[in-house]
């Protein structure tokens, strides 16, 4: 083991009934400045058909932008129903969409040791001026080559600002309310997405530049996310596992609007404590008493991704326009998806600290599944590939869409992000952030570059896919995941002790965990 054979054991025992304090104003603005991260990352989805979306009613659908950097996509779209589920298919603009999440992927790994040794307030400054030059790259752009190093830039600010954001928020926020605010930074996605379909709908209109403008303008957070990076207080667990005790205990004082943070303090100082003689976290994190937290990082974005977002939302203009929409129809009904996830993520806001996490992720999946099946059997039997919806199926698609909108908003689109930012401790926060970002983006760039073909393939039966996965991670949280609602995040480690399974992989006492430290 890294830290060495007499290392402590991090927190020793529960001391949540005497944390004291309350959601003070300085809390809410230091969680409202650092969600905007969220914002970019949704804007730049909603902008230029990234995250999922290589056909999305946005500057990738755009003529002007078409003919100038993809002029086969371009001759393919002109071509209007030779192929409903194929004629959108390029690997080209795939590869362009994807090289956003390769970029991201490999710098949330560089993120996490700058998170850990200089703090969240560096990643998230360091993200926002990525974001500013890939956007500055992007509008400028007069070559394939000069908008591919943008989206990479852009890629580099999502490698920083998904790793340094969520952790930023859970360590910001009280107990028992950590839940909520920690879903400020899918809230602020939801935002940007809804944003950036308002401003394409405008946009597209402005021949032949308006593409420039949409990607343009998302330096304007980006800025704010800089800025705000440089004037954010750092987290008090972030000051402590640094050394500086005393004004992390300030800061604490400050943040909770209280001077009895003693049990709060005393946690978080026995957590620096053990993080400090951790010298290698992405060594320490595969040992046994960080199994399950290893386990969640992987698999919950994963499944998020995995839920067919891309195929119900991101894409749901391109289905739209295939299904015989106009342009102008397309967009409403990208603006109208984009309002039922920033309406649902207010739900999961009010609800997560109150029903629990389980409740929100098993509900939400049982509807996901009724309406990826729903879906399916429309396209299957009214669907071919030279035929449209009736006006009827029409508008049921736009409802089954929304409903399913609404689900994951309300459950596995935040929640994704929000459990694994709060489950780790403190010696292995940063690391396991990046796993899981790293992880996020790695499956988002494999579907992004594969969804055409998968469509293309397996037409309507790529919802009957999703809904598969939908099931078996369902499956996954009424087995595996605890209930970490109320739980304080530094005593975290304890609630895993509990589970009924997790209890049975971790090791019984510190000795045969850093036995199982030495032996990797």
Not at 24 to 47: E, H, K, Q, W
Not at 298 to 317: D, E, H, K, R, V
Request: with cysteine; glycine share 10%.
């Amino acid at each position: 083991m890294a830290g060495g054979s007499f290392a402590p054991a991090g927190v020793a025992k529960e001391r949540a009934e005497q944390y004291k304090g309350r959601v003070t104003p300085y809390v809410v603005i230091a969680c409202l400045v650092a969600a905007i991260g969220g914002s970019i990352f949704g804007y730049d989805i909603g902008i230029s058909g990234t995250f999922f979306n290589d056909q999305q009613v946005g500057v990738t659908s755009m003529n002007p932008f078409l003919k100038k950097f993809f002029p086969t996509v371009y001759r393919n779209k002109m071509r209007a129903h030779e192929n409903n589920y194929c004629k959108y298919n390029n690997q080209g603009l795939a590869a362009f969409t994807s090289s956003l999440y390769l970029a991201g992927l490999v710098s949330s790994l560089v993120a996490s040791p700058i998170t850990r040794n200089y703090g969240r307030r560096a990643s998230i400054v360091c993200g926002g001026l990525s974001f500013l030059v890939g956007a500055t790259l992007n509008a400028a752009a007069v070559n394939i080559e000069m908008l591919i190093l943008g989206r990479i830039m852009l890629g580099v600010g999502i490698g920083f600002g998904n790793q340094a954001v969520p952790l930023y928020l859970s360590e910001m926020a009280p107990t028992h309310l950590r839940g909520g605010l920690n879903m400020m930074f899918q809230l602020a996605t939801t935002l940007g997405i809804f944003t950036a379909n308002m401003i394409n709908y405008g946009t597209q209109k402005i021949d032949p530049w308006g593409w420039r403008l949409s990607l343009g303008l998302a330096a304007f957070p980006a800025f704010l996310m800089t800025v705000g990076g440089l004037l954010l207080p750092e987290t008090p667990n972030s000051l402590m596992e640094r050394g500086a005790k005393e004004k992390g205990r300030k800061t604490l004082e400050k943040i909770r609007g209280t001077n009895d943070v003693n049990a709060e303090y005393e946690d978080i100082q026995e957590a620096s404590e053990f993080a400090n003689s951790i010298k290698h976290p992405f060594r320490n994190i595969f040992q046994k008493r960080n199994r399950p937290q290893l386990v969640m990082a992987f698999f919950m974005p994963t499944f998020q991704i995995l839920t067919g977002i891309n195929s119900i939302l991101f894409y749901a203009p391109v289905l739209f326009q295939s299904m015989g929409f106009g342009g102008d129809a397309a967009l409403y009904s990208s603006a109208l998806t984009g309002a039922v996830l920033a309406f649902s993520t207010l739900i999961s806001i009010a609800t997560v600290d109150r029903l629990g996490r389980r409740v929100l992720l098993i509900s939400g999946g049982i509807q996901m599944i009724t309406c990826q099946v729903v879906v399916a059997i429309i396209l299957g039997v009214k669907f071919g590939n030279n035929e449209e919806l009736s006006k009827g199926f029409s508008i049921l698609v736009v409802i089954v869409i929304c409903l399913f909108v609404l689900a994951f908003g309300w459950s596995w689109g935040p929640l994704g992000w929000t459990i694994p930012s709060e489950i780790f401790p403190l010696e292995t926060r940063s690391a396991g952030q990046s796993i899981t970002v790293a992880v996020n983006l790695l499956f988002t760039f494999v579907i992004a570059q594969s969804f055409l073909s998968l469509l293309c393939a397996l037409k309507y039966g790529i919802f009957l896919f999703f809904a598969g996965w939908i099931i078996v991670m369902t499956v996954f949280v009424y087995v595996f995941l605890p209930e970490t609602k109320g739980v304080p995040i530094e005593e975290m480690i304890l609630m895993w002790r509990k589970h009924w399974f997790w209890k049975n992989v971790m090791p019984s006492n510190v000795d045969d965990d850093q036995s199982n430290g030495n032996a990797i």
